[in-house]
C-alpha cells in the first residue's frame, strides 16, 4: 500500500514543475486524491462491494470534480494534472506511467457492450479536452494532442491530433494520416495540424 502510495506521489513530482512537496501533493492536488479514491474503491469493487465501491467513487467525483469508474483498471503513476471534468469509464484499461490533462473523457459510444472503453499503454499521454470514445487500443508512448477526438486505434508511438483524430507522425517520421514519436516532454501544443498538412 505504501509502495504504491510513494509511486503515485512521485509521479506528480515528476511530471508536475508546480509541485514543491511532497506534502503539497498529498493535500492538496485533486488528481492525486481521486487516483487514491480510485484505488480503494477498486478494492471494494473486486472483492464484491460495489454500493461502496460506488460511493466512494461518487464522493470522490463530488470533491475533485474527477470521475473514476471504480471498475476501471489503472496501473502505476497515473498523473492526473489539474484533473477538472476528467471522466474514466467502467472497462478503461489505464497502463503505467500515463498522463491525463483537465477535461479529458475515456468513454464509450453508447452503442458497445462489454468492454465499452479504451485501453491505454504505457506512458500514453492525453492532452487537455481530448475524447478518447470506444474499446480500441491507444499504444505505448502515444500521444493524444488537446481537443482530440480519438475513434480508433492509435498505434504505439504515435501523435493523434484533430477531430475526429487522425495520426499525423509515427517514429519521428511525418505520415499523411498517421502519427508521432513519443515525446518525453509534456508538450501538448506544437503538434502538426493534419487539416493543413493534408493540403500541402
Not at 506534502?23 to 487516483?35: C, N, Q, R, T
Not at 483537465?102 to 459510444?109: A, F, I, K, M, S
Not at 509515427?170 to 495540424?193: C, F, M, W, Y
Request: some cysteine; proline content about 4%; hydrophobic content about 40%.
Amino acid at each position: 500500500m505504501f509502495k504504491r502510495l510513494k509511486e503515485d506521489i512521485d509521479a506528480v513530482m515528476e511530471r508536475d514543475p508546480a509541485a514543491r512537496s511532497r506534502l503539497e501533493v498529498y493535500f492538496l492536488y485533486s488528481g492525486f486524491k481521486a487516483v487514491r479514491a480510485y484505488r480503494r474503491a477498486n478494492w471494494f469493487q473486486r472483492h464484491g462491494m460495489k454500493f461502496i465501491a460506488r460511493a466512494i467513487s461518487q464522493h470522490s467525483r463530488r470533491r475533485t470534480g474527477i470521475e473514476i469508474h471504480p471498475g476501471a483498471t489503472i496501473g502505476r503513476g497515473l498523473f492526473i494534472d489539474h484533473g477538472m471534468g476528467v471522466v474514466i469509464g467502467e472497462t478503461t484499461e489505464i497502463g503505467d506511467n500515463c498522463t491525463l490533462y483537465q477535461n479529458v473523457t475515456l468513454g464509450g459510444t453508447g452503442k458497445d457492450q462489454g468492454k465499452r472503453h479504451p485501453t491505454l499503454g504505457n506512458n500514453v499521454l492525453i492532452g487537455a479536452g481530448a475524447k478518447v470514445l470506444g474499446p480500441f487500443t491507444v499504444g505505448d508512448n502515444a500521444r493524444v494532442a488537446a481537443g482530440a477526438v480519438v475513434l480508433d486505434a492509435v498505434p504505439a508511438g504515435a501523435t493523434a491530433v484533430g477531430v475526429p483524430a487522425r495520426v499525423v507522425r509515427i517514429n519521428g517520421e511525418k505520415v499523411p494520416q498517421e502519427a508521432a514519436q513519443p515525446s518525453r516532454t509534456l508538450d501538448q501544443i506544437h503538434v502538426a495540424d493534419p487539416v493543413s498538412m493534408a493540403s500541402i
